[in-house]
């Protein structure tokens, strides 16, 4: 019998950290273009996520990359991998 490491494809993300003032949680903001179907004019998105910072290390302003993993809280299910 052979065992086999499976590898788990995660979503990454890089976006600003738009706030920081809750313990070990920052909100990071991800801008994406989107092209209207109709009219073809380019116009931005964002969505905000609350990701996991446990040093709080990351502050406004700030460029992370963030990646999904197991659910923290309601509504925090990324976490930091590095900063740009």
């Known amino acids: 019998m052979s065992t ?4 788990i494809l995660r979503r990454t993300f ?3 950290v738009v706030s920081d003032k809750m ?4 909100v990071v903001r991800v801008d994406r273009t989107v092209v ?3 009219y073809g004019k380019r ?13 709080k290390a990351h ?8 990646q999904e993993c197991r659910p923290y809280s309601k509504t925090k299910r990324w976490r930091v991998v590095n900063a740009s």
């Open 4 to 7: 086999s490491k499976t590898t």
């Open 23 to 26: 313990e070990k949680t920052i």
């Open 14 to 16: 890089k976006g600003i």
């Open 59 to 66: 502050h406004v302003g700030e460029t992370v990359s963030f």
């Open 43 to 55: 116009y931005v998105r964002s969505q905000k996520y609350h990701v996991h910072d446990e040093g």
């Open 36 to 38: 209207h179907p109709k």
